[in-house]
Structures are given as structure tokens and as C-alpha cells.
């Protein structure tokens, strides 16, 4: 008779020789699951409570970054959708996010780094399949909005032609391929706009400063009682704090000069001598996580999330070497941003949930 001991390591055998011959049938169905969960709704806004949702399509830069792609935030008021910079990564993650791209109303940018907007033409092109679009994706932006479109617009012209000559002009309608520039400048004197006010809807440009990249933009979204911050790229800036004055959520940039300046040194001492320069001219024009902990402060804001993280946090363990002293300066809730991040400020509430999604 077999012992207890040598049973369990006879049936744990077993059934790892059955998992095994039966690997191929099992990877099957869990694709049949992820298929069922991508494809369940078209309208994936309906079954969310009214508020404001704010989601990180992306919580990175141009580094490598296993768990932030590049800059993109999908802000979600009442039954619309609005998606804010669009870098590498951003319409993936939003299909990963189970977002249905041609839900988009609009884009906005807030400057024209290439990381902000080297995802775009994937994010169009999404957008027009999955909506059957009769009309370009409106996008807005400061001056030289143009310029970018023409330049994306051009890019995809010959794609344009496959895609209506394969599918068809039901599925792929001409007429509502790429991007329209919506081009705003900001006056001199007050340095923000309103660029959409719809009922219980506003959206408002201010200005910041990322010199010598100008014009650089953040945005104010309220809805009903409900408001957002996004600081875009910006050293720190009065405008921000005043902007968030209040804010239920303020999401704003971090870049921790104590990390980067490792990064420095290692370029150096394998001679790559124009990244160790690039590591030492971005500290001039982004803002340290205690610095936006003060702008959050200041300003009174519920909530704080970082994003566009610099340089990238492969490990949760160097979070407290990021932060510095960030959760000292700001008392109340703040989080590091990571792809995926999902942040409900419900209608009629004052609550901030901090999840992912899905």
C-alpha cells in the first residue's frame, strides 16, 4: 500500500501530465474567455454610474516602461468620452481597458513632444473603424495642431485607400477618416479658455510651463459637481494650483531627479554621452513628486496621481526612493499611476475611488 505522502506525489503527477496533454485545450478556452469579456458590450459607457471617470491609457514617457506606455488619459463625463494626449500604446490600452475607441468624442493635446503624440495615428484610425465615422476625429490643440495632423493625415493616405478598398465604405466610410485640427490659442491676459461648455460640461485649456516647449497646455474638466486636473508636462507652475483650487482630482507629472541621476551616471560610464545630457536638460521642465505633493496641497485637492513617470519603477520598492518625502508634503490620497489605473469621482458624491480596470 502506498504511504499518504507517496499517493499525493503520484496524483500530483498525474494531473500535471493531464494539464500538460490537455495545455492546448486550456489555452483555447481562456482565449474564449478574454474574447467574451473584449466583444461583451459596444457601449461600454452605459454601464457606468454618472460621474466623471478619469483612466490612464498611459502613465509614462519615452523610456521603456513594462507597466506605463506612453502619455495618454481617457476622461469619461457622464456618456461621453474625451482622450487627453495620445502617446505609444494609447489605443491598445484602451481596448485593454475594454473602452471601445469609437466611443471618442474628441482628443485633446497638450503639447506636441513626440511621446505625447506618436500614438495618434493608431488612435484615428481605431476610432474611424469602430465608430463607422462620417466625420474626422476632432482634435484640439494649441498652435501647430495643424501642422501635426497634416503630417499624420498624410502619413495614413495610402492606408486610407486599403482600408475602404477591403472593407468597404460601410465599414470604413471616407469621409471620416483621421483627425480635423481644432486649434485654440490661449489669451495673453488670463492664459486659459474654455473650449467646451455643454450643459453640465466644461472643459477649460490653461497654460504652463515646459519651456522651451510653447505653447504647453493642462486641462480643467468639470462635470456637475465633479472636476479633474491634468497638469500635463509642466515644471511647477502657478497655473496648475490654480486651476485645481478645489478639484476633486488632481493628475499631475512626476519626475524624480535622485532616479534619473543614476541613469546619468550609467550613460556616462558606458561613454553614451548624448543620453547622460538628456538625463541632466529634462530636470529643467518637469515637476519632482514633492513639488506636485505642494501643488496639491496647496490647492486643496482631494486626491493626487502621478503619471508620466520619470524614469521608469520596475518595482513598487522604489516607490519610497521616488516619492522623497511627496506623502508628507500631501496628506491625502496619493498614487502612483500604472496603465490600467481607473479613478470614479461619482456624481452627488465627494468619494474618490482609486481602482483598475478591468
Given at each position: 500500500m502506498k504511504t499518504?505522502?507517496?499517493?499525493?506525489?503520484?496524483?500530483?503527477?498525474?494531473?500535471?501530465?493531464?494539464?500538460?496533454?490537455?495545455?492546448?485545450?486550456?489555452?483555447v478556452a481562456l482565449v474564449a474567455r478574454q474574447v467574451e469579456a473584449l466583444t461583451a458590450t459596444a457601449d461600454p459607457l452605459a454601464a457606468l454610474p454618472d460621474g466623471l471617470h478619469v483612466g490612464l491609457c498611459g502613465a509614462g514617457s519615452p523610456f521603456p516602461d513594462e507597466l506605463r506606455s506612453g502619455p495618454c488619459t481617457v476622461v469619461v463625463a457622464g456618456r461621453r468620452m474625451f482622450v487627453f494626449?495620445?502617446?505609444?500604446?494609447?489605443?491598445?490600452?484602451?481596448?485593454?481597458?475594454?473602452?471601445?475607441?469609437?466611443?471618442?468624442?474628441?482628443?485633446?493635446?497638450?503639447?506636441?513632444?513626440?511621446?505625447?503624440?506618436d500614438g495618434l495615428g493608431e488612435l484615428m484610425?481605431?476610432?474611424?473603424?469602430?465608430?463607422?465615422?462620417d466625420a474626422p476625429l476632432p482634435v484640439h490643440g494649441p498652435a501647430g495642431v495643424e501642422?501635426?495632423?497634416?503630417?499624420?493625415?498624410?502619413a495614413y493616405a495610402i492606408d486610407r485607400g486599403y482600408r475602404v478598398a477591403h472593407h468597404?465604405?460601410?465599414?470604413?466610410?471616407?469621409?471620416?477618416?483621421g483627425g480635423v485640427a481644432q486649434p485654440f490659442e490661449l489669451p495673453a491676459d488670463s492664459g486659459r479658455l474654455v473650449l467646451l461648455q455643454d450643459g453640465e460640461l466644461e472643459i477649460v485649456a490653461f497654460a504652463v510651463d515646459h519651456a522651451p516647449v510653447k505653447p504647453a497646455v493642462g486641462y480643467r474638466i468639470r462635470y456637475k459637481d465633479r472636476t479633474v486636473v491634468l497638469s500635463g508636462d509642466t515644471r511647477k507652475t502657478p497655473s496648475v494650483a490654480?486651476?485645481?483650487?478645489?478639484?476633486?482630482?488632481?493628475?499631475?507629472?512626476?519626475?524624480?531627479?535622485?532616479?534619473?541621476?543614476?541613469?546619468?551616471?550609467?550613460?556616462s560610464k558606458a561613454g553614451r554621452q548624448p543620453l547622460a545630457?538628456?538625463?541632466?536638460?529634462?530636470?529643467?521642465?518637469?515637476?519632482?513628486?514633492?513639488?506636485?505633493?505642494?501643488?496639491?496641497?496647496?490647492?486643496?485637492?482631494?486626491?493626487?496621481?502621478?503619471?508620466h513617470i520619470v524614469p521608469p519603477l520596475p518595482t513598487s520598492a522604489l516607490n519610497p526612493a521616488f516619492l522623497q518625502r511627496a506623502g508628507q508634503i500631501y496628506t491625502g490620497p496619493l498614487h502612483i499611476g500604472t496603465d490600467g489605473d481607473w479613478i470614479s469621482l461619482l456624481a452627488g458624491s465627494t468619494a474618490v475611488h482609486i481602482g483598475h480596470r478591468p
Open positions: 499518504p505522502a507517496r499517493w499525493m506525489l503520484a496524483a500530483a503527477v498525474a494531473l500535471a501530465v493531464l494539464a500538460w496533454w490537455q495545455r492546448g485545450p486550456i489555452a494626449d495620445s502617446g505609444s500604446g494609447s489605443a491598445r490600452n484602451l481596448a485593454r481597458m475594454r473602452l471601445n475607441a469609437g466611443q471618442i468624442d474628441a482628443l485633446f493635446l497638450t503639447h506636441f513632444h513626440s511621446d505625447h503624440i484610425l481605431q476610432r474611424w473603424i469602430q465608430r463607422r465615422a501642422r501635426v495632423l497634416a503630417g499624420f493625415t498624410e468597404g465604405e460601410g465599414v470604413a466610410p471616407p469621409a471620416g477618416f490654480r486651476e485645481a483650487q478645489g478639484a476633486d482630482l488632481l493628475v499631475h507629472e512626476a519626475l524624480s531627479p535622485l532616479l534619473l541621476s543614476m541613469l546619468e551616471q550609467g550613460f545630457k538628456i538625463m541632466q536638460d529634462v530636470l529643467d521642465y518637469h515637476t519632482t513628486p514633492e513639488e506636485a505633493a505642494e501643488t496639491a496641497r496647496d490647492a486643496g485637492v482631494k486626491a493626487l496621481v502621478l503619471n
